[in-house]
């Protein structure tokens, strides 16, 4: 098959090609690298700031349209998928549409279904924008809000989702949103991961090595914070058992060279599953502290691994289950060989290229 991948996230797309490549098909990543993460490539659709850096990119697009043209699938990481006004968006969309075979829009993250279904059905105990019944009323949730309800972003969502020819969810969140709108046309696919090398496992961990990221103006809606927070006063109480390292807004490379040496890392307190950064942990033998609700497990179907330390949106919840694995430290190397078992069996990246191989078929 032919395929164009328009747009990234932190590596989907990047990572899925090499596994659709390896299975024989002719794949071309267009985007802008997702930003200052700067993932591999085929075709810069990276934005310079300014209008001026807008008409550039427009011009650059309008250029390549009749490039894109003859896919039988092409594959978009949201309705966003170019760093244009959505209203320019939308005729890219139809020309797209009117010239390929296939649409497909993913949901992996942060869209007007997203943010709609989290404050209205509620079908998340907690989310970015709910707590139970209670909506978030943090400066970032309601900005969100804003950026997608009632606007030309959200309508384009609307558009593309009611007439693409099949939406990929991930994670589990996303999936919960757009299943029950979309019920025939709506998939779960796991995020590809390439495994890393199997780690050793021999030997006590005196110190437990504890990484956090801190993504600057969003710690408070990740709950990074509040993570935070409970890893610093834990260090506090703890100093011969732990040592705690950060990273605050450091290049995507650096991070991973910090994260590297690390036994557990804090990530994403409102979700119910590990997301790209944490999957990437896990794949390197890392205890992931976060979301690991039996959701996750169960659209997995997985019954036997439970590697991730799962955690409650709360102050609390961190503290005491991080404190566990401090105090219980033989437990360490037990979740580091099930973390990269867990990615074997259900991220590989080959074996999730054929999962939407199998997913294309079906709709060209």
């Not at 609307?158 to 991930?170: F, L, N, P, Q, T």
């Not at 589990?172 to 046309?185: S, W």
Request: some cysteine.
């Amino acid at each position: 098959m032919k395929i164009l991948l328009l747009g990234e996230y932190s590596g989907v797309h990047s990572t899925l090609a090499m596994g659709l490549r390896q299975l024989g098909h002719e794949v071309t990543v267009a985007s802008n690298g997702d930003f200052w993460k700067d993932y591999p490539r085929d075709t810069d659709l990276a934005r310079t700031p300014g209008k001026l850096g807008g008409m550039k990119l427009l011009a650059k697009v309008g250029s390549l349209l009749p490039q894109w043209r003859g896919y039988d699938v092409v594959q978009l990481i949201n309705p966003m998928f170019l760093e244009l006004k959505a209203e320019r968006i939308a005729h890219v969309y139809r020309y797209l549409r009117r010239h390929n075979r296939a649409m497909v829009l993913c949901a992996m993250g942060l869209d007007y279904y997203w943010v709609h279904e989290c404050i209205t059905r509620k079908p998340l105990r907690y989310s970015d924008f709910n707590f139970g019944d209670e909506l978030r009323t943090d400066p970032i949730a309601i900005r969100d809000r804003d950026d997608w309800l009632k606007t030309p972003k959200g309508e384009l969502n609307k558009e593309i989702a009611k007439d693409c020819d099949a939406i990929v969810a991930s994670p589990y969140e996303n999936y919960a949103c757009y299943k029950p709108l979309f019920a025939d046309k709506t998939t779960f696919m796991p995020f590809p991961i390439v495994p890393q090398q199997n780690i050793d496992d021999s030997g006590n961990i005196d110190t437990v090595k504890l990484f956090i990221g801190i993504s600057k103006g969003r710690s408070a809606y990740k709950g990074t914070d509040i993570m935070l927070r409970a890893a610093e006063d834990l260090q506090s109480r703890y100093q011969d058992r732990m040592q705690l390292m950060k990273a605050e807004g450091v290049p995507f490379a650096k991070y991973q060279k910090m994260m590297d040496g690390s036994d557990a890392i804090m990530d994403q307190l409102y979700s119910y599953t590990p997301a790209m950064n944490a999957l990437l942990a896990m794949s390197k033998g890392i205890v992931v502290i976060g979301g690991g609700e039996p959701e996750n497990y169960e659209i997995l179907g997985e019954q036997e691994l439970r590697p991730i330390v799962n955690v409650l949106p709360s102050y609390d919840s961190v503290y005491k289950e991080t404190e566990q694995l401090l105090l219980h430290k033989e437990r360490i190397p037990i979740l580091k060989i099930q973390s990269q078992e867990y990615i074997r069996r259900h991220h590989h990246y080959l074996k999730v290229a054929r999962q939407y191989e199998t997913m294309y078929r079906r709709i060209i």
